[in-house]
């Protein structure tokens, strides 16, 4: 099982990025997925994540400037990003989980089995 992070890259302060999380040997269909950020010297944290019946759960950091979304059909999850800060600077990661219960730990790196292998998001300020 392969999750690839894609859509990185360098963006000025406000601007959009789309970024793209895509899996192999793994339908999508069947599992929540979620993004989470890790910054050089601070630990991994969630950014948002949606579940298999399309709910969607955001940190505070970043409700009402990132968006996540699924298509099934391509297997595929996507976290927009918009107004983008200096402080969203980080590796981004997907994450797949089949926990039973997604609401009450989306946020829990430990809920998700299967990790991509990241992809660097640099905000310049």
């Known amino acids: 099982v392969q999750l690839q992070a894609s859509g990185g890259g360098l963006v000025q302060a406000g601007g959009s990025l789309r970024l793209s999380c895509a899996a192999s040997?793994?339908?999508?269909?069947?599992?929540?997925v979620g993004w989470f950020r890790q910054a050089p010297g601070k630990e991994r944290e969630f950014v948002a994540g949606?579940?298999?019946?399309?709910?969607?759960y955001y940190s505070d950091n970043v409700k009402g400037r990132f968006a996540i979304s699924r298509d099934n059909a391509k297997n595929t999850v996507y976290l927009q990003m918009n107004s983008a800060k200096p402080e969203d600077t980080a590796v981004y990661y997907c994450?797949?989980?089949?926990?039973?219960?997604?609401?009450?730990?989306?946020?829990?790196?430990?809920?998700?089995?299967?990790w991509g292998q990241g992809t660097l998001v640099t905000v310049s300020s």
């Open positions: 949606i579940s298999r019946s399309f709910v969607q």
């Open positions: 040997e793994l339908s999508f269909r069947g599992y929540h």
């Open positions: 994450a797949a989980s089949r926990r039973a219960s997604y609401s009450s730990g989306c946020d829990d790196t430990n809920a998700y089995v299967y």
